[in-house]
């Protein structure tokens, strides 16, 4: 079965930058959709961003345009979460999914495998 792993998360200042990647193993990731999602404590999960496979199409939610990127590199069975001039309130479990094709709007029971997660802190 597919299996992904998230990495890069940790303590960072407001205004900072983290990286975070995501790796799949089992499957290839060429035909999937890829989308980053985020959980703060007391808080539902909500999505972040997406990629597609199909012509590489992007989504960014309001509260990250501007400041995060999304991208893959399906050579290396990986997508990436560049995220910049971060704040307080990115701080939150960071999950990243896939979904066929295409992004399902962030509806979390679309996506057919999650990773287990990595935390991001931003913090003075």
């Known amino acids: 079965q597919l299996q992904l792993v998230e990495s890069g998360g940790g303590l960072v200042q407001p205004g900072g930058s983290l990286r975070l990647s995501c790796t799949a193993s089992g499957f290839a990731l060429d035909y999937y959709a890829i989308g980053w999602f985020r959980q703060a404590p007391g808080k539902e999960r909500e999505g972040v961003s997406c990629i597609s496979s199909i012509g590489g199409s992007t989504d960014y939610a309001d509260s990250v345009k501007g400041r995060f990127t999304i991208s893959r590199d399906d050579a290396k069975n990986t997508a990436y979460l560049q995220m910049n001039s971060l704040k307080p309130e990115d701080t939150g479990v960071y999950y990243c999914?896939?979904?066929?094709?295409?992004?399902?709007?962030?509806?979390?029971?679309?996506?057919?495998?999650w990773g287990q997660g990595t935390q991001v802190t931003v913090s003075s």
């Open positions: 999914a896939v979904d066929n094709y295409y992004c399902s709007g962030y509806v979390l029971n679309e996506y057919d495998a």
